[in-house]
């Protein structure tokens, strides 16, 4: 039988495999906030600390830039913002993360940073000049909900700690969202590599047991918007379309796809594997509207394309 399925895949290969993917980098730009009292000055350094060195190990095509402490002021973060501006290009794709504390007034989301804070509005008209079409915002601060409708937008999901701005107590959400990015347990799907979706599953999970592990009423509930035109929510739906550009961003790789992003001979090979899972993550959501047979006919072909590239990529 192994003899069959590998004699078939020889066949098929020259037909069914994809042309390679395009060569995209990652720019992930990571600010650690004003902590105001020393044990959030810690952890809030921490976190984007252990951010900063899993980013940089999960392959080479990440630019990874980190704010903490003194540098994390508002004239860095434009200046860090201005770069990945310059350097970023349409298919590359673009993660700002912002640990800290966060306050609203009930207009205006701002980040507290050492001397002058920085809006929501401010950030989004930075973000905006990037030209990467796939976009993450990560905001783990208190009152983080209050920023998602200055930062959405078409291409851009938002991540929030809070669901509101009235959420204003320091959160925990950051701290899962790291751990998420070490532990193999997160990537529910077992691709080796781990998306925004998967990461914000974990993350809000690991959140809300923190709060019932300690006989706490839980302050803050995480939510997304990754369709640039609906309120925010709390789980992924394929009818609706929420989760589906959080499952199509990677944020880092486990085991096999980690060291194949470190092994220069696999690295095309890997890109073509989750462009793959990219398209299929797509044609799940475009599922409802899709007559049965195309669907099946569709996905059918994209996993004998994806199952051909996952054996050129095993050892």
């Not at 078939?8 to 004003?34: D, K, W």
């Not at 060195?53 to 080479?60: D, F, H, N, Q």
Request: glycine share 6%; aromatic share 6%; proline share 4%.
């Amino acid at each position: 039988m192994k003899r069959f399925a590998a004699s078939l895949i020889g066949l098929l290969a020259p037909l069914l495999v994809c042309a390679p993917a395009a060569h995209a980098a990652t720019f992930y730009v990571t600010v650690a906030g004003l902590g105001g009292e020393p044990d959030y000055v810690q952890e809030f350094t921490s976190e984007a600390t252990e951010l900063d060195k899993l980013l940089k190990a999960s392959g080479p095509d990440n630019h990874v830039q980190t704010l903490t402490g003194n540098q994390a002021t508002r004239a860095h973060v434009e200046e860090v913002l201005a770069q990945v501006a310059r350097e970023a290009k349409p298919e590359d794709a673009f993660v700002l993360t912002l640990i800290g504390h966060g306050s609203f007034d009930g207009v205006e989301y701002k980040f507290n940073l050492p001397g002058p804070d920085i809006s929501a509005a401010q950030l989004a008209a930075l973000c905006d000049r990037i030209a990467a079409t796939r976009q993450l915002v990560v905001n783990t601060t208190s009152c983080s909900g209050g920023s998602i409708g200055a930062l959405e937008r078409n291409g851009r999901a938002v991540v929030s700690a809070t669901k509101s701005g009235t959420e204003k107590n320091a959160t925990v959400f950051a701290r899962y969202w790291v751990d998420a990015l070490q532990d193999p347990a997160a990537d529910t799907d077992k691709s080796d590599s781990l998306s925004a979706l998967e990461a914000f599953e974990y993350a809000d999970r690991k959140t809300a047991e923190f709060y019932q592990s300690q006989k706490r009423l839980a302050t803050e509930h995480a939510v997304f918007d990754d369709t640039g035109r609906q309120p925010p929510v709390r789980t992924a739906s394929l009818s609706t379309g929420e989760g589906r550009l959080l499952a199509q961003l990677t944020i880092v790789r486990f085991g096999e796809a980690r060291r194949a992003a470190l092994d220069p001979a696999k690295q095309a090979l890997l890109a073509q594997k989750e462009d793959l899972e990219r398209q299929i993550d797509a044609l799940k959501y475009q599922k409802a509207a899709m007559a049965q047979a195309d669907y099946e006919q569709q996905l059918k072909a994209l996993l004998i394309k994806l199952a051909i590239v996952q054996a050129k990529l095993e050892p």
